[in-house]
């Protein structure tokens, strides 16, 4: 009697086990489309039905196949692509695939919705090999905070993930792509859209092109851009091969068209980091000149913008000095990680947080009067164990800030060979808290500059806060300067949103 129940409860799984080899999974959303794709054997005859209720399966998906091309790809395998157009925005929609007896379990996903609304996105990158790692990231970190915690996350609607690049170890590998990414991602993949950008890891392989549909408003995949809500996304291509001042101009006019489109926030990823804590040989030039271009664009428009990279196998979160523009090292989803003290590192002035731990990151958007786009890390453990440590870092960006008040220098103060410069307590009229002190020193009206600092509120740098100590208000100048010289000293504090206040008056020293 068991052993027929047990039969009778296995049915299920056994009509639709070898119905897939990968997928499906979703690509190309929309407010009114979304592709399905998923890998089977040529040789049977699938049907696609969907509709708005499990129960009203009752529309028929047409799709096509095509041939994957690469070495020690089985000559039966073929990859199918269902196209589902005309759908109604912000809505969710059913579908279940079948083969004769061979009947899928009921999927899901929901169309990308019209104008400004609340919503969510995640960013993952380097899964490379370690794809027993990114199996439990998934599962026991991201799937629970993601998708069943809506209090930790708002509850606004999860619509997508961005992957910056390297999805597997060696992308001309057809093996690796099930083994490595399709595998272990396979709870994210059947829910919503995963919009990668290409790494070094994917070789510029035909297999990458074949497996992903990416919009086609850029050059053939490399880079493209798409609008969901009042975020404009911009995926970008920083292989060697790539780095063109072709793409750096195509970036300008997307960002010039996103200001006339009245977006609040800019959004770039790419897989290579201008500049990486963690590993110093991850730092690319190419990525410095798109970043240079952000932060010029953020400075012209007083839009925020955002750049999310991968490749450093560790999590960073700096800000620009000059700009409202601020840069994530999202990784690593899976891939091996780069940990203090192996590698060539260093301690950059623009960043605050570089954590050597597993992970992913969620952005969140609310709109509004002044529409804020949140981040939030969630790390999983570190190279010695695996645990879920919930949200390590988290900031956010407002699309109006109002600028801190303008500080006022107290006294200045020369004790024991060295400088104290005091200011006074940090205000900010919208409540934010207080991120940076700048300081300059100048004997010649600040035409040229003899001394200046930025001290952060935090520095998490090597396992530990090095600003911990610090004072943001009492400053100690690092340097010996000659007193009465006619030295003047200047401050000027930036809030949590990155609004920096005016100038303080000039202070003798």
Request: with cysteine.
């Amino acid at each position: 009697m068991r052993q027929g129940i047990l039969f009778a409860l296995l049915l299920p799984t056994l009509a639709w086990a070898n119905l897939f080899h990968v997928g499906p999974y979703l690509q190309r959303p929309g407010s009114n489309q979304m592709i399905v794709k998923w890998e089977a054997d040529k040789n049977k005859s699938f049907s696609l039905k969907y509709g708005i209720s499990k129960d009203q399966l009752n529309q028929i998906g047409t799709f096509s196949t095509e041939k994957l091309q690469g070495k020690k790809i089985p000559p039966h395998r073929a990859l199918y692509k269902a196209q589902l157009k005309g759908l109604t925005s912000n809505k969710r929609y059913f579908y279940q695939i079948s083969n004769g007896s061979e009947v899928s379990p009921i999927y899901s996903f929901k169309t990308f919705p019209q104008g400004k609304r609340n919503f969510s996105f995640l960013a993952l990158s380097d899964g490379q090999n370690g794809y027993k790692a990114t199996e439990r990231v998934v599962r026991e970190s991201l799937m629970p905070h993601a998708f069943d915690n809506p209090t930790l996350t708002k509850g606004f609607p999860v619509e997508m993930a961005l992957f910056a690049g390297d999805l597997v170890q060696n992308g001309a590998s057809y093996g690796q792509w099930k083994k490595h990414f399709f595998d272990p991602l396979a709870p994210i993949l059947k829910r919503i859209p995963v919009i990668p950008v290409i790494g070094n890891h994917e070789m510029d392989h035909r297999l990458y092109f074949s497996f992903f549909d990416l919009p086609e408003n850029g050059f053939k995949e490399h880079w493209y851009f798409f609008d969901l809500g009042n975020v404009r996304f911009i995926g970008l291509d920083t292989n060697t091969r790539y780095r063109k001042k072709v793409q750096l101009d195509w970036l300008k006019e997307v960002l010039d068209d996103a200001h006339k489109k009245g977006i609040d926030f800019v959004v770039g990823y790419f897989h290579h980091p201008h500049e990486s804590e963690l590993w110093l040989l991850g730092n690319t030039k190419f990525s410095g000149k798109i970043q240079r271009v952000l932060e010029d664009f953020s400075i012209k428009s007083e839009i925020p913008t955002v750049h999310l990279c991968g490749h450093t196998h560790g999590y960073s979160r700096g800000h620009s000095l000059r700009a409202n523009h601020s840069m994530i090292t999202v990784a690593s989803i899976g891939g091996k990680l780069d940990q203090w003290g192996k590698h060539r590192q260093r301690d950059y002035l623009e960043y605050l947080v570089s954590l050597d731990q597993y992970g992913w990151v969620m952005g969140e958007v609310e709109t509004g009067v002044n529409p804020t786009l949140t981040f939030k890390r969630f790390s999983y453990g570190d190279a010695h164990s695996f645990y879920d440590m919930g949200i390590k870092d988290e900031f956010t960006l407002k699309r109006y800030n109002e600028a801190p008040n303008k500080p006022v220098i107290k006294e200045t103060l020369v004790k024991d060979g060295g400088l104290s410069v005091t200011g006074n307590e940090f205000v900010d009229p919208d409540s934010d808290g207080h991120l940076t002190t700048h300081l300059q020193i100048s004997k010649n009206n600040f035409k040229s500059v003899k001394y200046e600092d930025y001290i952060h509120f935090q520095n998490v740098y090597f396992g530990e806060d090095k600003n911990r100590h610090k004072s943001m208000t009492d400053i100690m100048v690092s340097r010996k300067l000659p007193v009465g010289k006619g030295y003047k000293a200047r401050i000027r504090y930036r809030d949590k949103a990155l609004g920096w206040s005016e100038w303080s008056n000039s202070f003798s020293i």
